[in-house]
């Protein structure tokens, strides 16, 4: 089960963290890591059947579309409903899941560029790691330091990875 629920565990388990560390709510990181752990279940075999990856499909459709409206709305000028026929013509959600999320993306402006920007720099950083490590590449490791210093900026997780990734090549 690779979502919040083990980000945020493995984040609160940081003693050696400081309390306002250890529950960091920084969206790129907290939402990147629940966006990039839904591709795990692919590799993990969790979707076994065309309809499961249908589900999956229609989610990362939603994704696509709250990226548009958020650009939408805040960069275009776009008013509610062309942002609300955006939704209805490309998702599969229901006109009340359309309604809540447009309020959250008027409410919190870049909250849907954030929960992508995370994402896409989790996805380059293993890019990164599987072409310098190669066969010494373990996912499992990669995760493990990606969330073993809780949620951090970007910047600060690229560095961190970075690092992390020399000091493999070093080791090998």
Not at 60 to 89: K, N, S
Request: charged share 25%; with cysteine.
């Amino acid at each position: 089960m690779p979502g919040h629920h083990l980000q945020i565990s493995l984040a609160q388990e940081q003693g050696d963290l400081p309390y306002f560390r250890r529950n960091a709510g920084l969206t790129a990181f907290v939402e990147g890591w629940g966006l990039y752990s839904e591709s795990l279940g692919d590799e993990m075999g969790i979707y076994r059947t065309p309809y499961e990856r249908f589900g999956r499909l229609s989610y990362e459709m939603w994704r696509a579309c709250r990226l548009v409206a958020d650009t939408g709305i805040h960069w275009l000028g776009w008013d509610i409903e062309q942002a609300r026929r955006c939704f209805a013509e490309n998702s599969a959600l229901s006109p009340h899941n359309i309604q809540t999320e447009l309020e959250r993306y008027i409410a919190t402006p870049g909250q849907a560029l954030a929960y992508k920007i995370g994402e896409l720099t989790m996805q380059g950083l293993r890019d990164e790691a599987e072409a310098a490590l190669g066969d010494r590449f373990d996912v499992r490791a990669f995760h493990d330091e990606l969330l073993g210093a809780g949620a951090v900026p970007m910047d600060v997780l690229q560095a961190r990875m970075r690092a992390w990734i020399a000091a493999q090549q070093a080791t090998h």
